[in-house]
């Protein structure tokens, strides 16, 4: 749910106060900037200091440690106080973690020092891999040599080939108290995946700089946004004679920081922490080496595999701010049912509740009672029903005995609530429901009080999954605003809201000019309207800036909400005080650790204690959160959508690479808002992403208030749609498990790059406006408006591999790079599937619980020599430590295909039918042994038409279920 972008926030005050929805007053929340200098951010900032001519360190005293050695780095000349004060004695711990990790530490030697505080990343907050007790220089994939001439430098080389894939040689090592930095060196043009979260292309490129300072303000492109995964994974093509290479870098620290991508380097910049990078061969054991593999090796080796889903978290999902009451809410699922459209959830924004505050029910609009009633339904349909919680705590009016609010008096007793650190009271910033906390997770009974909320609300609103919002966290002054002022209680949100007055939403997705011409004459005239009527009234900005030149360090200081280095953050004045919790605010922890160095991790937090509490609520059941801002491993316990995107064609672009990103970082429950969030979509931009979130795993169509209905039904094409889509996607829920079993279980991607599966293709360096779903399906979505036709690559026609349609199961026919226009009506999305495959399919129902229970069948695409293979996962699709699992493998080659099943669980759908695609012609006769048992072959029905080849009436066989016992069935030519 969006908070305007600062820089449309506007108070028409007179206005609001005659003819706001709402009696609250808007506050004027922070004092005035008059005329605030315009700050530049340190990036771009040509008198900044270069800390590149810091005098660096001399590396002394090395000494052998488990697994590498340390030493010690002394300050090789004068302090530069280039962002903060040097630090003059640091240690260095080299540690050859595995064969596949090497680890450089670099950090403060006395950690106890009073003048400057310091602080490193515990273990407790985020896993820190660890050495494996047995790996050493000489067994490792990786070597780290160095040198002190001029000062300490050093690089990583591959053991194999000495191929160089980190090296500081030619740059200082940075030191401060407020800014950390190093250089590597990079090959020309090269190619670097992954730093989310941004909104960028997917190949970031060679002039790019990535920020990290989590940030309520919409997606910005190129900007900072929600999440922060300090990684990266770089691929070398090979050129004929080597083979491409593949190796990643993670950077094991939660500051605000810079990447700074640049044609021959790559500076890597925080405002504190200390450096803990961890470089990852990519190998696969035979001197090979590749980007999955370096990506599992991140995911499962740094921050944790991510959580397995429950099977109904696959479904279909509707959501949006201003459904305001129940009856809108049941006339949505009715929607749905009427257009035959499978709806799996219904959501709700911050309309459900009271004054906009967490675990309350609006008592007019959602009463208990009914809410009860209406969820009970849902299940009773086999559907779902998620709301939101917002990341913050109001706190109640001291001199209102009414307007009491139990969750902040039960947290306030406990003292869980971050501290403005000028008064010692809790920090009072601002949100939706006025002046609020925010839990400190660092205290322990933060997540006792967070658990008996939830548990308490689910009683009222028996939800099945919570959506964590504004968790960046998101406030809308500057500072702790609220101080002895909550008597002014509860405040309106500083800005005015869509639908106030002179709010009306004129935005529409490119290309609607020419598709719904005479419409958009209209919205475009009532536009210009009310431009002109905002023109001439007297607008008050409302403050949204404190800002303050870049300061300078100070000896033996440091400044916490202004630090010398200015991160290029998108608000106004990149000021990190307004539009968060600020730097300065104080955990309750011993140490008394500041929002500064914790900043990235509180939607981390959040969505861990989110997980931690629905365990209670849900005894033995896997927890389903989705939570806007995340960190590296949030992934072992939350889902993420995209945020604040836009109803336009170049939002839902982006949305793949932004998902790709998600993929590589542990993270695969990823989704973008469907249709587009911010502005009004239209029937040609809705049919069309309906259909590509169809295939990524998390899908949710969701809308911001005051603007056109985007549900599925409101067109007949986006129904039609949308009706196609979802049965593909539900035909496939199986195969999605199971890629989800192997994310869970080995750290494997579910979307995928061409490129990740074509690796030696160096033209797919940079392609994402086609993707894979797992290793065997290839999605070439519509992303430009008013077409009927997309062009798309079929990567490996020519050496090897081949592809069918989805849909009539023929071959494709291409040159090798060739780009294929295929035909796409409005209703109909491409998906091929890559021979050598085994899908196994269920009947798609309206649910994914009565797709469960649907009869399986399997496709079986044959590559260029016959073959092909694939796995089934299957468990009761719910449970946190399942009873019984079962895994099948399928094995397909000279006509003869295998089943290998272990486990007991026990799936009750029967096989039904078989395809084989590439099929040479009709076999004379068939054998089919189910259980070690001949069948009987003559009820079998099979069809040959065209390459495909059909076998039905298996279920006669497969009665007590489809993978019961093991299967061969041998095509006799
Ligand atoms: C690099 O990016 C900056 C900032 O976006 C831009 O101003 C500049 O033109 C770019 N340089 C090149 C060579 O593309
Ligand atoms: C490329 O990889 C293949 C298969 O791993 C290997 O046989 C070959 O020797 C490699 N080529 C080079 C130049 O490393
Ligand atoms: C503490 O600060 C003083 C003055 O700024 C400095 O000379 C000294 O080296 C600092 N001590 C440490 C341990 O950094």
């Known amino acids: 749910m969006l908070t305007r972008s600062v820089a449309a926030i506007v108070a028409l005050c007179s206005l609001t106060h005659a003819q706001s929805s709402t009696e609250r007053i808007i506050p004027t929340l922070s004092p005035q900037v008059a005329a605030a200098p315009s700050l530049t951010p340190s990036v771009y900032d040509p008198t900044a200091p270069n800390a590149q001519q810091c005098p660096g360190y001399k590396a002394s005293n090395v000494a052998e440690s488990s697994g590498g050695f340390t030493a010690d780095l002394t300050i090789a000349g004068p302090h530069c106080q280039a962002f903060g ?142 999440g922060t995964y300090p990684w990266y994974q770089e691929t070398r093509y090979g050129n004929g004679s080597a083979n491409t290479t593949a190796h990643g870098v993670y950077a094991r620290n939660a500051h605000g920081q810079e990447w700074l991508l640049r044609d021959s380097t790559i500076t890597y910049r925080t405002i504190g922490g200390s450096f803990d990078l961890y470089f990852l061969s990519g190998e696969n054991g035979d001197g090979s080496s590749s980007a999955l593999t370096t990506i599992s090796q991140f995911i499962s080796g740094c921050v944790g595999n991510p959580a397995m889903q429950m099977y109904w978290t696959f479904g279909f999902n509707q959501c949006r701010w201003g459904y305001q009451n129940i009856s809108v809410m049941q006339s949505i699922v009715d929607g749905y049912r009427d257009a035959n459209i499978p709806l799996e959830g219904v959501w709700n924004d911050i309309d459900i509740y009271s004054l906009y505050r967490d675990f309350t029910n609006d008592p007019n609009t959602f009463p208990v009672d009914e809410m009860r009633a209406f969820v009970a339904e849902l299940h009773a349909n086999g559907q779902h029903y998620v709301p939101i919680v917002d990341s913050n705590t109001y706190a109640p009016n001291p001199d209102n005995a009414s307007d009491a609010y139990a969750p902040f008096e039960r947290a306030a007793a406990l003292g869980t609530f971050i501290r403005d650190p000028t008064t010692g009271d809790f920090y009072y910033g601002d949100n939706w429901p006025g002046f609020s906390s925010w839990a400190d997770w660092l205290v322990e009974s933060s997540q006792a009080w967070w658990t008996s909320e939830l548990m308490a609300w689910h009683d009222d609103t028996p939800f099945d999954g919570i959506w964590i919002d504004l968790s960046e966290p998101s406030s809308f002054c500057a500072g702790s605003c609220g101080n002895g002022r909550l008597n002014e209680n509860p405040v309106h949100p500083p800005f005015l809201l869509p639908n106030d007055p002179l709010q009306a939403n004129y935005q529409y997705p490119e290309g609607f000019n020419i598709s719904n011409a005479t419409e958009a004459a209209s919205v475009s005239a009532a536009s210009a309207s009310q431009a002109s009527i905002l023109s001439t009234t007297t607008l008050l900005p409302v403050p949204t800036t404190t800002t303050q030149g870049r300061t300078n360090p100070t000896p033996g200081v440091r400044n916490l909400n202004f630090p010398p280095y200015v991160l290029n953050s998108v608000l106004a004045g990149h000021s990190l005080v307004k539009g968060s919790v600020a730097p300065n605010a104080t955990h309750n922890d011993p140490s008394n650790t500041t929002e500064y160095e914790l900043h990235n991790l509180f939607g981390y937090s959040i969505s861990n204690a989110t997980y931690n509490a629905l365990l209670s609520v849900f005894p033995g059941k896997r927890p389903f959160t989705i939570g806007r801002s995340t960190f590296a491993g949030s992934g072992r316990t939350t889902a993420h959508w995209g945020g604040d995107n836009t109803s336009t064609w170049g939002s839902m672009f982006l949305s793949i690479s932004q998902a790709l990103t998600f993929m590589m970082s542990g993270l695969p429950m990823f989704g973008a808002d469907t249709c587009g969030f911010s502005g009004n979509t239209d029937n040609d931009l809705c049919s069309r992403w309906m259909e590509l979130s169809a295939f990524f795993p998390f899908y949710r169509n969701h809308n911001v208030k005051a603007t056109i209905s985007q549900e599925a039904f409101r067109w007949s094409s986006v129904a039609e749609a949308s009706r196609r889509a979802i049965s593909i996607r539900y035909s496939l829920l199986t195969y999605m498990y199971t890629l989800f079993y192997y994310a869970h279980t080995e750290g494997a991607t579910v979307m995928r790059a061409l490129a990740w599966e074509f690796p030696e293709d160096a033209t797919l360096s940079g392609a994402y406006a086609q993707f894979m779903l797992g290793p065997s399906l290839l999605i070439t979505p519509v992303l430009i408006p008013n077409v009927d036709t997309v062009q798309g690559v079929f990567p490996g026609i020519g050496e090897g591999t081949n592809w069918y349609d989805w849909y009539t199961l023929q071959p494709v026919t291409a040159q090798p790079h060739e780009n294929v226009t295929l035909s796409a009506p409005l209703e109909h999305i491409n998906v091929h599937i890559r021979g050598g495959s085994i899908l196994p399919l269920q009947t798609p129902g309206n ?39 079962k895994l099948v493998q399928f094995a397909y080659a000279s006509g003869h295909l295998t089943t290998t099943v272990s486990g007991s669980y026990q799936a009750p759908p029967p096989l039904a039918n078989i395809t084989v695609a590439g099929a040479p012609c009709l076999p004379k006769n068939m054998s089919l042994t189910v259980a070690g048992q001949q069948r009987p072959a003559h009820n079998l029905g099979l069809e040959y038409n065209a390459g495909v080849l059909h076998v039905s009436g298996i279920h006669e066989h497969t009665r007590s279920g489809a993978w019961e016992g093991e299967m061969e069935m041998m095509f006799h030519y």
Do not use: C
Request: proline fraction near 3%.
């Open 85 to 226: 004060n040097d630090i003059d004695a640091l240690t260095l711990e080299v540690q050859y973690q595995t064969k596949q990790r090497l680890n450089v530490k670099i950090y403060p030697k006395y950690l106890a020092a009073t003048n400057y505080t310091r602080y490193i990343l515990s273990p407790s907050l985020v896993l820190a891999p660890a050495w494996d007790g047995q790996t050493t220089a000489n067994s490792s994939d990786l070597r780290l040599t160095w040198t002190n001439d001029p000062t300490f430098q050093f690089k990583i080389t591959r053991s194999s080939s000495g191929e160089e894939i980190f090296s500081t040689y030619g740059h200082v090592i940075v030191f401060e108290d407020q800014f950390i930095e190093l250089v590597t060196n990079m090959v020309d043009d090269y190619n670097v995946y992954g730093l989310a979260e941004n909104i960028h292309d997917w190949r970031l490129g060679n002039n790019f700089t990535q920020t990290f300072y989590a940030v309520d303000a919409g997606n910005t492109v190129d900007g900072n946004v929600y």
């Open 847 to 885: 649910t994914t619980a009565a797709t469960r229970s649907n009869p399986y069948s399997l496709v079986i695409a044959l590559d260029e020599s016959g073959e092909a293979s694939g796995s089934l996962y299957l468990d009761d699709g719910e449970s946190l430590i399942p009873n019984a699992t």
